[in-house]
């Protein structure tokens, strides 16, 4: 077996290359490492289930703009109209849209009082056809009858009775036992009673970031305003050929006011997570150039040391070293390289991470990532040294001794 004397002497006569490796290999570590994940962070975040049955859901906007307009009458006639359209399973009048980035958010408490604490949470306003328009599961309870539904004027700031809440915003409220919260009331504008009548799985926020996104809650009420939307779901695979239908029908059927922004859930996904998505595409390119740019310096490496070595190499061939015995050479030196530079680099990985906690509120680095990352990088470091170790290899006996030193 070579010793590794000789080869820690062959590395310090040229330790400038070596040292520049090994510190590229702990940079591309640092910087990987905590690339992945957060890129794991941002796929968790974006694979959340939102509650809804998205791909066969849309929306599209109702805007007014005639005077003297029965808004009651018209939202009634359009309902109508759309839930007997064949192929439509439920809708429903809707205040905002998971996801959509804009919505409204009340605070929530278990007691009355202008001095207690709240916990906030997201309000849409729905009627009875909210459950099934949504498409959301009812785990607990009871869905909301038509004689619940309230209308509610754009100043009018009292609220039903009864509402709708989540599983999540359930434990948040009740200690982490959601099925404490069936019949219990709760507190909405510091004063006002309202009922926990029904309790639902899940059903996201309107902004993805909020650190609250799983707390929401509905209530029966339908918004008497010159802008509202309709929230509509259809049997599978009807979704695409009902959006024009609809939009064309509710168009032609009162000109005096527009459709508009007729949109599906899955794209409204899509724009919620855009800067993700892309954020996601960008750390995964910093992550291959760091991998190739580091795999390309190892070749060069080794490829300048054999250069400067080929007489050696050839003596060692004369000598009876194989083939392999001068591949396992190069590439027990590359790996000395490599481990030095992972040791340097799971240090700056650590560090960075510490910072990026404090400074942006992320998630300790796992010790399993690192070692993942470590062996990556050893392992690249392996294949990118075996072609020149190969080429070494071949080196004839011969040829070796007619080169110069």
């Known amino acids: 077996m070579l010793e590794l004397g000789p080869m820690l002497r062959a590395l310090m006569r040229n330790k400038i290359g070596a040292l520049l490796i090994a510190l590229q290999i702990a940079l591309t570590l640092t910087i990987m490492v905590n690339a992945i994940f957060m890129m794991l962070e941002r796929s968790a975040q974006m694979a959340r289930p939102s509650g809804l049955d998205e791909t066969n859901t849309f929306y599209l906007t109702n805007t007014v703009f005639?005077?003297?307009?029965?808004?009651?009458?018209?939202?009634a006639q359009d309902l109508q109209r759309i839930r007997e359209?064949?192929?439509?399973?439920?809708?429903?009048?809707?205040?905002?849209?998971?996801?959509?980035?804009?919505?409204?958010s009340m605070s929530l408490q278990n007691k009355a009082g202008d001095d207690i604490d709240g916990t906030g949470v997201a309000v849409y306003m729905v009627d009875e056809q909210g459950v099934d328009a949504l498409g959301v599961e009812l785990i607990a309870g009871e869905n909301f009858a038509p004689s619940d539904?309230?209308?509610?004027?754009?100043?009018?700031?009292?609220?039903?009775?009864?509402?709708?809440?989540?599983?999540?915003?359930?434990?948040?409220?009740?200690?982490?036992?959601?099925?404490?919260a069936l019949g219990q009331t709760l507190y909405i504008n510091n004063h006002e009673p309202m009922r926990i009548v029904g309790i639902i799985k899940s059903l996201q926020a309107p902004w993805n970031g909020w650190d609250k996104v799983e707390n929401a809650m509905l209530v029966p009420q339908q918004l008497e305003g010159?802008?509202?939307?309709?929230?509509?779901?259809?049997?599978?695979g009807r979704r695409d050929a009902l959006m024009p239908q609809l939009e064309k029908t509710l168009a032609e059927s009162d000109k005096g006011r527009i459709i508009r922004s007729v949109k599906t859930m899955e794209q409204t996904r899509a724009d919620s997570y855009r800067e993700d998505s892309a954020t996601y595409r960008i750390?995964?390119?910093?992550?291959?150039?760091l991998t190739l740019i580091t795999g390309f310096g190892i070749v060069g490496l080794a490829m300048f040391s054999i250069n400067r070595r080929t007489r050696q190499i050839g003596t060692r061939r004369a000598l009876g070293a194989s083939q392999w015995q001068i591949m396992r050479?190069?590439?027990?030196?590359?790996?000395?390289?490599?481990?030095?530079?992972?040791?340097?680099?799971?240090?700056?990985?650590?560090?960075?991470?510490i910072w990026l906690v404090s400074s942006f509120g992320m998630k300790p680095l796992t010790p399993g990532l690192l070692m993942v990352g470590c062996l990556a990088l050893?392992?690249?470091?392996?294949?990118?040294?075996?072609?020149?170790?190969?080429?070494?290899?071949?080196?004839?006996?011969?040829?070796?001794t007619r080169g110069r030193a």
């Open 149 to 180: 539904i309230i209308w509610r004027d754009e100043a009018a700031t009292e609220w039903p009775d009864k509402m709708i809440i989540t599983k999540a915003m359930a434990e948040a409220m009740f200690d982490g036992d959601w099925q404490k």
């Open 66 to 75: 005639a005077p003297d307009y029965n808004l009651q009458a018209a939202l």
């Open 226 to 236: 010159r802008n509202s939307r309709f929230f509509i779901r259809t049997d599978a």
């Open 378 to 400: 050893i392992a690249v470091g392996q294949l990118a040294v075996s072609y020149p170790a190969l080429i070494a290899a071949r080196i004839s006996p011969a040829t070796a």
């Open 329 to 353: 050479y190069f590439m027990l030196e590359n790996l000395l390289i490599s481990t030095a530079g992972v040791v340097l680099g799971i240090a700056g990985a650590i560090g960075l991470n």
């Open 85 to 104: 359209t064949p192929g439509v399973v439920a809708a429903t009048q809707i205040n905002a849209i998971p996801l959509s980035g804009g919505g409204w």
């Open 283 to 289: 750390l995964f390119t910093v992550i291959v150039v």
